[in-house]
């Protein structure tokens, strides 16, 4: 089974810093994309950053140049650096894990991890 494991949440300053990590593992044969979204209360899901497996990446317009995102392909695992925080950066962050195959012949399926929390006090 696939499953995604994140880890690096917390309580932080205005202006800290936080990194996420996201570890993905269940026999996955290959993937397009690793990436992060985020969802505060009563707000839909947003993406925050996401990394094609070539290293492309795509950020949200009001994170760029604050945080960055970046991938160990050989281990399947995502991290998302994040700097000079702000309040409005409090979310639940989830892992996402986009086209991932266990075989060759695989159907692609994308999948999530369960959150974790980042809270942003001023």
């Known amino acids: 089974q696939v499953q995604l494991v994140e880890s690096g949440g917390g309580l932080v300053q205005a202006g800290g810093s936080l990194r996420l990590s996201c570890a993905a593992s269940?026999?996955?044969?290959?993937?397009?994309?690793m990436g992060w979204y985020r969802q505060a209360p009563g707000i839909q899901r947003e993406l925050v950053a996401t990394?094609?497996?070539?290293?492309?990446?795509n950020y949200k317009d009001s994170v760029k140049g604050r945080f960055t995102i970046s991938r160990d392909n050989a281990k399947n695992t995502v991290y998302l650096q994040m700097n000079s925080l702000k309040p409005e950066d409090t979310a639940v962050y989830y892992c996402?894990?986009?086209?991932?195959?266990?075989?060759?012949?695989?159907?692609?399926?994308?999948?999530w991890g369960q959150g974790t929390q980042v809270a942003v006090s001023s």
């Open positions: 269940g026999g996955i044969y290959f993937f397009n994309a």
């Open positions: 990394i094609t497996r070539q290293g492309i990446t």
């Open positions: 996402s894990l986009t086209g991932a195959r266990t075989t060759l012949w695989g159907s692609p399926t994308d999948y």
